[in-house]
């Protein structure tokens, strides 16, 4: 099957600076998840998943700014059969002075298990990569991350359908529960220096910035797509 990806992006916030660097440097279909819980959202996918036929689904939160750098290093590997997963990776979130924090989202090494069976606590994930250790790295280096962080995470279908996307049950952690699974089956997750994409996370705590869920309704918005709206997804 030719390489034909969607980009499916998880929308609880309108935030127009990632809504334009997705619309300008990503010239793929797409699909807005618009106004929807987590629960909810991860549902609307695993059945936007089942009932297309694309060769590749990608999950972007819609928190991030992707340079078209970012997305043809993404695609590119993405493509490629050696790579079972592949992400982008971020900043883990910016400082008050609008500077990138320390951390990125890259952790190497076993997710370990958490002891609240609702969901993980931050100190249970693997220790995070820094900013700089990963601009350090050799320019052609591909990295084997713990993480698939849905920061432009690019996987065949057939993976989509028989890992389907879940959130834990406080209800969050999508990103978390996905790759916790994963790799307790061996499909190993991959990144590259080149797929950075810009956090725009303040500090540690959830962002509530120009919060959809609740205020308008839910609907899933598509952009390009060779069928148009199919309302039937909605």
């Not at 079972?84 to 320390?102: I, P, Q, R």
């Not at 958490?114 to 931050?122: A, L, N, Q, T």
């Not at 280096?141 to 690019?154: G, Q």
């Not at 919060?211 to 797509?225: A, D, K, P, T």
Request: aromatic fraction near 12%; hydrophobic fraction near 35%.
């Amino acid at each position: 099957m030719a390489f034909d990806p969607v980009l499916m992006i998880m929308q609880p916030r309108h935030l127009d600076e990632s809504i334009n660097s997705l619309k300008e440097n990503i010239d793929i279909p797409k699909a807005w998840f618009r106004a929807y819980t987590e629960p909810q959202v991860v549902a609307q996918m695993n059945k936007f998943v089942r009932e297309t036929n694309f060769s590749h689904y990608i999950v972007m939160g819609d928190d991030g700014i992707v340079s078209r750098e970012a997305a043809d290093t993404i695609l590119k590997y993405g493509e490629m059969k050696e790579y079972d997963v592949f992400t982008g990776w971020m900043n883990m979130h910016l400082e008050k002075d609008g500077s990138y924090s320390k951390e990125s989202t890259i952790c190497l090494g076993w997710i370990p298990e958490f002891k609240d069976p609702e969901g993980p606590v931050r100190d249970e994930y693997p220790p995070w990569q820094s900013v700089s250790w990963v601009h350090s790295l050799p320019p052609d280096k591909v990295i084997r991350t713990a993480m698939a962080n849905f920061a432009m995470t690019i996987a065949e279908r057939e993976l989509f359908l028989k890992f389907p996307l879940q959130t834990h049950k406080l209800g969050r952690a999508s990103d978390h529960h996905w790759s916790y699974r994963l790799q307790r089956a061996g499909v190993k997750v991959y990144t590259h220096p080149d797929a950075f994409i810009k956090h725009l996370r303040k500090g540690w705590t959830p962002w509530r910035h120009n919060w959809l869920v609740g205020n308008v309704e839910s609907e899933i918005r598509y952009e390009n797509m060779k069928w148009g709206n199919r309302e039937d997804y909605v």
